[in-house]
C-alpha cells in the first residue's frame, strides 16, 4: 500500500513534553500538508511543505510549533512544551507535482495530560 | 478562497441516491469545486472535483449549475460505509493554492 503513511497514530503526552509526528508522502509524491482537526471541528491549515522549503506556514502558531520536510526521510511536526490545548488529530497529506489533490493519512491523535 | 454553505446534516436510505447540495455563489472563475468525506475521525478521502462540466468517477457523479454558484454530489447507491461528513471546498487549481479550507460540511447518515 503506498498510502500515505503517519505515525504514530496515538501519542501522549504530558504538559511541557516535545511531541513529534512523523508522515511519509505517498511514493513519487513531493507536497506535503499538515492540518490539525479539534473535537467536533473541521480540519484547519497548518503547513504547506515541498521538500528541504517550507512553502506557507501561514496557520502555523506562532510559538512551539515546527515543520519540516528533508530531503530524505518523513516529514516531521513537532510540538514542543505541550499544552492541553494542543490535543487534537493532526493529519498530513500529500500530492504529486502538477497534481493538486491531497490525499491524507490516517492522522495521529495527540492526547496531553 | 470562496466560501461554501452546506446543510449541516441528511438522512439517505441505503440503495438510494445521496444528493449533497453546496452552495458557492461568490465563486470565482478560476477555482474547482472540491469534494472530500471524512469518515468517523479517519483522514479525509477525496471525491471528485470540477470547473463547470458535470463530473463522474468510480464513487460519485459532481453536478455544477450553469452559473456555477452551486453544486451536487451524487451518490448513486448510497451504502452504510458512506455515512461520513462529506465537504465541499471551493479552491484554486495551482501551484501555491495550498491549502484545502475544511468547513464544517454536511454530515451524511445512511440508514439501513
Known amino acids: 500500500n503506498a498510502g500515505v503513511m503517519q505515525n504514530p497514530r496515538h501519542l501522549v503526552r504530558r504538559r511541557g513534553q516535545e511531541a513529534r509526528l512523523r508522515c511519509s508522502p505517498m511514493k513519487g509524491h513531493s507536497h506535503v500538508y499538515w492540518y490539525r482537526q479539534l473535537p467536533e471541528e473541521g480540519l484547519k491549515f497548518m503547513v504547506y511543505?515541498?521538500?528541504?522549503?517550507?512553502?506557507?506556514e501561514s496557520g502555523m502558531p506562532k510559538e512551539r510549533f515546527s515543520a519540516e520536510f528533508p530531503k530524505e526521510g518523513p516529514s516531521i511536526l513537532r510540538i514542543q512544551q505541550v499544552v492541553r490545548g494542543d490535543s487534537a488529530a493532526y493529519f498530513c497529506?500529500?500530492?504529486?507535482?502538477?497534481?493538486?489533490?491531497?490525499?491524507f493519512g490516517p492522522g495521529t491523535r495527540l492526547t496531553v495530560t | 478562497d470562496a466560501k461554501t454553505t452546506q446543510p449541516p446534516s441528511m438522512d439517505c436510505a441505503e440503495g438510494r441516491a445521496a444528493n449533497l447540495p453546496c452552495n458557492h455563489s461568490t465563486i470565482s472563475g478560476n477555482e474547482y469545486v472540491y469534494w472530500y468525506r471524512q469518515i468517523h475521525s479517519q483522514g479525509p478521502q477525496y471525491i471528485i472535483h470540477g470547473l463547470k462540466n458535470n463530473e463522474t468517477n468510480e464513487m460519485a457523479s459532481l453536478i455544477i449549475t450553469e452559473d456555477r454558484k452551486s453544486s451536487t454530489l451524487i451518490l448513486p447507491h448510497a451504502t452504510l460505509r458512506d455515512t461520513a461528513v462529506y465537504y465541499c471546498?471551493?479552491?484554486?487549481?495551482?501551484?501555491?493554492?495550498?491549502?484545502?479550507?475544511f468547513g464544517t460540511g454536511t454530515r451524511l447518515t445512511v440508514i439501513p
Open positions: 497529506a500529500s500530492s504529486g507535482q502538477g497534481s493538486y489533490e491531497q490525499y
Open positions: 471546498i471551493v479552491r484554486l487549481y495551482q501551484t501555491g493554492a495550498n491549502n484545502l479550507f
Open positions: 511543505l515541498q521538500k528541504e522549503n517550507i512553502i506557507d
